[in-house]
């Protein structure tokens, strides 16, 4: 049974940073299967970040801003959040495969 949990959202200002994890257990782990995407309340989800063997691709809105890493020992990928905006408030989600999701971790930005 493939499980995923996320970690490390919260609150911050605008313009301040947050790390969060997603842990992957219960199958091998292969980053070019991962990604990153977000709810803001009332929206769709959006995909943000997605691991390719090229590059990783992101969304417009968080280009230059995000960063997403991974580590195979760890069976772990990260989300480097900088210089966030109220916009950037959402439940924040990893997936493998777009197939299997973990439950999320709220991200709110907010003065």
């Known amino acids: 049974q493939v499980q995923l949990v996320e970690s490390g959202g919260g609150l911050v200002q605008p313009g301040e940073s947050l790390t969060l994890s997603c842990v992957v257990s219960?199958?091998?782990?292969?980053?070019?299967?991962m990604s990153w995407h977000r709810q803001a309340p009332g929206k769709e989800r959006e995909l943000i970040a997605i691991?390719?063997?090229?590059?990783?691709n992101y969304a417009e809105s968080v280009k230059g801003r995000f960063t997403a890493s991974g580590d195979d020992a760890k069976k772990t990928v990260y989300l480097q959040m900088d210089n966030l905006k109220p916009e950037d408030t959402a439940v924040y989600y990893c997936?493998?495969?777009?197939?299997?999701w973990g439950q999320g971790t709220q991200v709110t930005v907010s003065s």
């Open positions: 997936s493998v495969s777009g197939v299997y």
């Open positions: 219960g199958s091998s782990f292969n980053i070019y299967s």
């Open positions: 691991f390719t063997r090229i590059r990783t």
